[in-house]
């Protein structure tokens, strides 16, 4: 039987046994078991998956370019040769430049991303030969995702490697890095590092390789029964499918990209592989330059480009080129195809594809072949409708245009990089030489709905006439006003938004074309979106106070694991190594929102190959519950599968057990669940639907709130309003993962949680075992946010009754998916508030409701934090606010980055702002006019900082801004915080010193998730004993060493760890002082291995509790403030500038809490880095 060929890091895989759905991921760190390269999306959004490659190219070159693996098929890696992080650099051989630039840049923080990144940049300067300008690294990361590091530290690390990095930049290193002696060994002047001056080999491989060999034929029969054919001409396509009488079920694969877009849940019976057909790749010039239909889009790119300055007439190929160049981004460009983007617009006219727009907008005409060879031709509106079953698309034309026409597109997507459009359009006229009147007009919108794709009618209104006066342009927004009609399309924004988008974009397009003497200058800038229009290179800088005479305590260290990470070397629950006998799971989730389970019939999946088992809440031996209700932060137990009653849609009912993830999976969308007494009533969903719903439902929990002590009466503005924050998904790159395995008569469980001990007691819980029979681990998470304080445990609870059931080992990684659907977000919060002012602003009183949406149940809800925080630095004494808790049929909402904290500063700074707006008066000044007087440093930070941040000269400049632009609008706001740091939960420190060489290892209860908790705790250790920091290691939590401790939260963690470390340093300093003082002239080495001869205990434990007096609640200070610009016409923005000063206190480590300050733009696409963070920490508490 014919196999796939390929290579991974110079090692040669012969692919067999696989299904279809096997992906390039799965097959590397499956089968390869080479757990550096990372998964979360599996959609191609998140790049932790991806990978360099050398393939052959259409011209028989083997270009070296970068894919998301989780959109490959092992199958359709023919040939290639892949490096993975592994193979770039490692311990035994050495690290490669990317990956101890990344780490020294402290690029890396819970780590996940890295590998995705550093292979990004690798390929990235692979592919250019070194020649990348800062501009190109900045604009070539849309494929990466980081949840932590907020995208500055690792621009500026790639930023390093360019032919032109700022200074600035470099010198961030230059205490790490001999920086200003890197030479480059070709021109002799200094560089980054990219041009292989050191130890780095980074040619390996000569980009223009040719590969002489034709791509061979192959008839693979697959493990799931399918067929695989890989060909190499177009007739072959036929004759494969006529080989197994395939038509009426198959599928063509180019790159494969499409699943990411459109989820493919069984694939047809025959793949025909065509990514080997030269032909369809190629190109040629008659009349009209002729495509081969399935040309990547980076090639097609490459050949714009050149076309475009070359050949007159496909000037207007430039601006295709620059639309293309927002397509997806790198690695999808480099393997998707034209074609496969076509026939998926194709099968979902929905789909709002760029190619479709901009080539039907010129013109195109697209060629389909049938199995007699037989040629169409059609243009693109034809196309959509034509039969397209036993037809290959072979070609695409593109017409010539003279320079009488004009061709102008616009992208409207959510972010600026790697996402669809949500409108998108594309305008081309052909204006009259003399008259300059429309003689052709092709107006292509995207995102409007799915039978529309031309505005045909405003189209014919303009021919004719001239576009540039107002009577045709109000004529044309009329009738597109009339033509334009988009459907309810959730979660695409809503119709009138989209209306107003294309008109606008229309609008933009004449603004663009029209001659700028009869344009008045306010309306220039309307032409482009605020994305086009920001600067092309951000800009950063980072100011910390730190005090020598107490390093390392104060040291801006290196993260300790950051170079394992980079390196991909970092552990994470899902990289424990294949398991033999291990088996996966999967959950079945109920479809309906509240009601009751009839039954549940499970009884054909059961006779699926390779499913192993099905259970429901009737397998649980002890208490159907996923937590401990006694514990704190929870008050009640929640079903691990709904056992009864269904309080939510999509809670889970079952766990399917399979061979392999993809098979439990799929087999879970084929568990049949029927429901009896499914509710009538409305669901409640929203808290208005909580606040509307009968009392006799209690739905509205009541939580303490904060009451008035004095009422003012100088009341001479009434201001009501009210603030809203929406729900927020947590997206963690780690999924919920975890690895179970029966071990002796108990459990070890390896789980990414920021809680092990309720990992513990649930699971014992749940098994009815007691609890020292659970023993839990967790080395890190990649990423945490909240999320893993206990709705990871449908994972945990999920692996351990499995392997309870079957004496297995069971690993879960939750698809992105599951969790989105099964678990909670951050609460979504309703602050309505009433408040009387006098003249200055300051509150004579405030009545308000504060509503904190806590999900289904009231575990790890935030409304006492809420509230509390909504007093943020301000006078509380005259406000009255109430507190609820909606109970809604929705998964219970939990913690997320600052917790309660964000909700209630957000709410009351929004108060802050409305006020001022109402009386007209500076909003700084209102907040100055509300500050509380006790423990607030915010009246001796707040001017340093607008001094420092150049404050009202910025709001001077951007009312000369606004006022000069009709489209174009800026904003700059000052937002300002005391965060209430409030200790609870105990968190315990084992420090064990050994006795050979006097290192020391040290193990707390919290858990490393990115902030950095283990270097910090290693610089705490060192500084207490006296040794040097590398002398430390701080080892995975594990809650054997350091049992009953709470959660990784609330920003306390580190410094419960700390002090506990600290005291057990001090038990163990009082062990040695005796043989110290005795030893004046000794090393510690020496002092270490006498008192162990003499029998002195070398590991001393210590739990920190709330009770500890030296624990004081205290409140954290800072200011930020961000400038903001937006495009009227289509609602892009970004940011101009943001700046923030906190005051961190005496930091452990200035440089890591840079790092935790900076994920301000983390909610951000990494294109709008402009945000140049300045971090000051004032030392002042
Ligand atoms: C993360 C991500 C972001 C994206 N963003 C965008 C975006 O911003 N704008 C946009 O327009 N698109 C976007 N896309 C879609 C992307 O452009 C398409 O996935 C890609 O072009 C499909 O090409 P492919 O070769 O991978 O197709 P495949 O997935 O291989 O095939 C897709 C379909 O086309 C059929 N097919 C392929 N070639 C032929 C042929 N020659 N004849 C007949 N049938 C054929 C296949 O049978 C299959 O049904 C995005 C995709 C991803 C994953
Ligand atoms: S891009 Fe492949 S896992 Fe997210
Ligand atoms: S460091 Fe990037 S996701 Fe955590």
């Not at 001990?757 to 649930?762: H, L, R």
């Not at 403030?1121 to 940011?1135: F, H, Q, R, S």
Request: proline share 5%; with cysteine.
């Amino acid at each position: 039987m014919d196999r796939v060929n390929f290579t991974v890091n110079g090692k040669q895989f012969t692919g067999a046994e696989v299904s279809v759905d096997t992906t390039l991921t799965e097959y590397i760190r499956r089968c390869a078991d080479l757990r550096g390269t990372k998964y979360m999306c599996l959609e191609g959004g998140c790049g932790a998956c991806i990978v360099n490659v050398r393939a052959r190219s259409a011209s028989g070159e083997r270009p070296t370019f970068s894919v998301n693996t989780c959109l490959v098929a092992v199958l359709s890696c023919e040939g290639w040769d892949i490096t993975t992080i592994e193979g770039i650099g490692n311990r035994q051989n050495g690290y490669n430049i990317i990956q101890t630039r990344l780490n020294n840049y402290f690029g890396s923080q819970c780590g996940y991303c890295s590998p995705g990144f550093v292979m990004s940049m690798y390929s990235l300067i692979q592919g250019s030969e070194h020649h990348l300008s800062e501009e190109q690294i900045e604009k070539s990361f849309g494929s990466n995702l980081c949840r932590c590091t907020g995208y500055r530290p690792i621009l500026e690390a790639f930023k390093s490697f360019a032919v032109d990095p700022d200074p600035k930049i470099l010198r961030k290193i230059k205490d790490i890095e001999d920086i200003d002696n890197l030479i480059c060994p070709k021109s002799g002047v200094k560089c980054g590092g990219t041009c292989g001056n050191n130890d780095q080999d980074w040619c390996l491989i000569n980009a223009h390789v040719m590969d002489k060999e034709e791509p061979v034929p192959k008839k693979i029969s697959l493990s799931d029964g399918r067929i695989w054919f890989r060909v190499n001409n177009i007739k072959a396509i036929f004759e494969s499918l006529d080989q197994v009488n395939g038509y009426s079920n198959y599928m063509l694969v180019a790159g494969n990209t499409s699943k990411g877009a459109y989820p493919i849940k069984f694939y047809p019976k025959v793949l025909v592989d065509i990514s080997g057909v030269a032909e369809l790749r190629s190109h040629y010039l008659d009349v009209n330059l002729v495509l081969g239909a399935n040309t990547t889009i980076t090639d097609t790119i490459h050949l714009f480009d050149e076309l475009s300055k070359t050949n007159a007439d496909f000037w207007y190929l430039e601006v295709l080129r620059k639309h293309l160049e927002e397509v997806a981004h790198i690695p999808v460009r480099n393997i998707g195809t034209l074609a496969g983007n076509l026939i998926l617009k194709h099968e979902h006219p929905d789909f709002q594809s760029d190619i479709f727009l901009l080539f039907s907008c010129v013109g195109a005409i697209v060629t389909l072949v049938d199995r007699t060879m037989t040629q169409t031709e059609l243009s693109l509106p034809e196309f959509l409708t034509a039969n397209i079953v036993g037809r290959v698309m072979t070609q695409i034309k593109l017409p010539p245009l003279s320079r009488h026409h004009d061709v102008v597109t616009y992208k409207i997507p959510a972010k600026e990089q790697n996402a669809h459009a949500e409108v998108n359009g594309a305008f081309l006229f052909k204006f009259d030489p003399k008259s300059h009147k429309v003689l052709k007009a092709s107006i292509v919108y995207g995102g409007i709905k799915p039978t529309f794709t031309h505005a045909y009618n405003t189209e014919k209104f303009l021919i004719g006439r001239n576009l540039f006066t107002n009577d045709t342009l109000q004529g044309a927004l009329h009738c597109l006003d009339k033509e334009v009609d988009p459907n309810f399309n959730p979660p695409e924004p809503k119709p009138h938004f989209r209306k107003k988008v294309a008109l606008g974009l229309f609008y933009k397009a004449v603004i663009k074309l029209c001659p700028r003497e009869i344009l008045s200058p306010k309306y220039v800038s309307g032409a482009t979106t605020a994305y086009e229009d920001r600067p092309p290179v951000s800009r950063s800088y980072q100011e910390y106070d730190t005090s020598r005479p107490d390093y390392p305590i104060t040291q801006p260290l290196l993260k300790k694991e950051g170079l394992i990470q980079c390196a991909g070397e970092a552990k994470y629950a899902d990289d424990i190594p294949r398991i033999s006998d291990e088996v996966f799971a999967s959950f079945v989730v109920s479809t309906i929102a509240r009601g009751e389970i009839q039954s549940i019939d499970y009884a054909d999946v059961l006779k699926i190959e390779r499913v192993i088992a099905v259970y429901t809440s009737k397998d649980i031996p002890g208490v159907n519950s996923i937590v401990r209700g006694d514990f704190q932060l929870l008050f009640e137990n929640e079903e691990l599968f709904a056992s009864d009653k269904i309080y939510f849609y999509n809670q889970p009912v079952a766990l399917v057990v399979a061979e392999t993830q993809v098979i439990a999976d799929k087999a879970a969308c084929l568990v049949t669940v029927k429901y009896k007494n499914i509710s009538k009533k409305p669901i409640i969903f929203t808290i208005q639907d909580a606040i509307d719903a009968p009392p006799l439902e209690n739905r509205l929990i009541t939580y303490e709130g904060i009451t008035p002590s004095d009422r003012g009466v100088n009341v001479q503005r009434i201001i009501k309003g009210s603030f809203y924050s929406p729900r927020q998904y947590h997206h963690m790159m780690e999924l919920h993962s975890t690895v179970t395995c029966p071990v002796d008569n108990g459990y070890e469980i390896d789980c990414s949680t920021q809680w092990m001990d309720v990992t513990q007691a649930a699971i014992a819980q749940l098994l009815n075992i007691p609890n020292s029979l659970v023993r839990v681990r967790t080395r890190r998470c990649g990423g945490a946010f909240g999320c893993k304080i206990a709705r990871n445990m449908f994972a945990a609870c999920g692996t351990a009754l499995v392997a309870y059931k079957l004496n297995r080992p069971c690993r879960i990684a939750m698809r992105m998916q599951d969790i989105m659907r099964i678990t909670g977000k951050r609460p979504d919060s309703r602050l309505d508030y009433e408040v009387g002012v006098d003249g200055n602003g300051q509150i004579q009183y405030l009545d308000g409701t504060f509503y904190v949406n806590d999900g289904m149940s009231r575990n790890e809800n935030e409304n006492s934090y809420a509230t509390d925080s909504m007093k943020n630095c301000y006078n509380p004494d005259r406000w009255k606010v109430d507190s609820f808790g909606p109970i809604t049929d929705a998964p219970t909402n939990c913690f997320m980055r600052a917790p309660g904290g964000f909700e209630g500063i957000a709410a009351i700074e929004h108060v802050m702002e409305h006020i001022a707006k109402e009386i007209k008066r500076d909003p700084i000044e209102v907040r100055f006019n509300n500050y509380r007087v006790d423990d607030n440093q915010l009246p001796e930070i707040v001017p340093e900082f607008l001094k420092k941040s150049d404050f009202t000269k910025r709001l001077e400049y951007i009312k000369e801004f606004n006022a000069k632009n009709r489209w174009k609008k800026r904003g700059l706001r000052l937002n300002n915080m005391a965060f209430p740091t409030q200790y609870l939960g105990n968190y315990g420190a084992l420090v064990s010193i050994y006795h050979g060489d006097g290192s020391v290892a040290v193990n707390i209860g919290g858990i490393e998730i990115g902030q950095g908790i283990n270097t910090r705790i290693a610089q705490v250790a060192a500084s207490e004993l006296k040794v040097p920091v590398e002398k430390v290691a701080v080892l995975s939590a594990y809650d054997f060493a350091t049992p009953n401790n709470f959660s990784t939260a609330s920003s306390i963690t580190t410094e419960c760890c700390a002090l506990s470390v600290i005291r057990c340093c001090q038990q163990l300093n009082a062990r040695l002082a005796p043989f110290r003082a005795l030893m004046p002239d000794a090393t510690w080495e020496q002092v270490v291995f006498e008192a162990d001869l003499r029998g002195v205990l070398l590991q001393a434990n210590y739990e920190t509790s709330p009770n500890d007096p030296r624990l004081q609640n205290y409140s954290i200070f800072g200011v930020a403030a961000t400038e903001v610009e937006i495009d009227v016409l289509t609602g892009t923005k970004y940011i101009v500038r943001a700046d923030i000063f906190e005051d961190a206190g005496r930091t452990i480590n200035p440089a890591l809490d840079v790092g935790q300050a900076s994920i301000i733009s983390k909610d951000f696409p990494i294109t709008i880095p402009s945000p140049s963070i300045s971090i000051m920490t004032s030392g002042l508490a």
